[in-house]
């Protein structure tokens, strides 16, 4: 799988919008973007995916620039429920390969 | 919205024993995950089974380690002489093969294994 490179930390006011970046300049033309997050004491949550397009569901945005290289995922306004760790994945969508491989991810603290 | 659980969330043994950890996966999906974290490090990936065989494992889940679905809705993890070393957090997941390689996982909560 392709290497991401995220901050080890970031944080945001509550209520305000997070922009929580992640490089990829090794990423293929058939790896999708994953985005998941950690809050404290529980497993990986699913957050959003996506391949070229940016897309929007009920929990975030991710943001693709044009040339893939990198993405920005973006919550809208930060709760202090966001506060968790957020991994960024690489997945080769027709490897035939389902597994996931977590790195270090971001971790988000959300001040009140 | 329908979860993954597992049981026991806590799970204390003694180095050498055999323990099992048990999953119970959303009922409509179709592949089934083990990972690990041992504590304050990466979600590390262990193995992926479907269709009752293992599609894929890591370097981690040697000779110790078996998964098995033993019935339509149990998914464990037997490791069968534990070691300090595997004191860790195990988090089942399970996924629909619906969207294909990008369907979304499903994690559990986890079990904590602690060997003494």
């Known amino acids: 799988d392709a290497k991401t490179t995220q901050p080890n930390s970031m944080e945001s006011n509550e209520e305000e919008p997070v922009h929580l970046p992640c490089n990829h300049s090794?990423?293929?033309?058939?790896?999708?973007i994953h985005w998941y997050r950690q809050l404290p004491s529980q497993g990986p949550e699913y957050v959003i995916h996506?391949?070229?397009s940016n897309v929007n569901n009920r929990m975030a945005s991710l943001e693709i620039a044009e040339d893939r290289k990198s993405s920005t995922l973006i919550l809208h306004r930060a709760t202090l429920r966001d506060a968790a760790v957020y991994y960024c994945i690489l997945r080769d969508g027709v490897s035939g390969t389902y597994k996931y491989i977590f790195g270090t991810g971001t971790r988000l603290k959300v001040l009140a | 919205e329908p979860e993954v659980t597992q049981t026991p969330s806590h799970q204390v043994t003694q180095m050498g024993q055999e323990v099992i950890l048990r999953c119970v996966p959303i009922?409509?999906?179709?592949?089934f995950y083990w990972y690990r974290q041992i504590l304050g490090q990466k979600v590390e990936f262990l193995v992926s089974f479907y269709n009752n065989e293992i599609s894929e494992k890591s370097e981690i889940f040697d000779d110790q380690f078996s998964v098995e679905r033993p019935d339509g809705s149990n998914f464990t993890l037997k490791i069968r002489s534990t070691k300090l070393e595997d004191s860790a957090m195990y988090f089942c997941?399970?996924?629909?093969?619906?969207?294909?390689?990008?369907?979304?996982?499903?994690f559990g909560n986890g079990t904590r294994l602690t060997v003494t």
């Open positions: 090794t990423i293929s033309g058939t790896d999708y």
């Open positions: 997941a399970s996924s629909s093969p619906t969207a294909g390689y990008n369907s979304p996982l499903h």
């Open positions: 009922s409509n999906h179709l592949y």
């Open positions: 996506g391949l070229t």
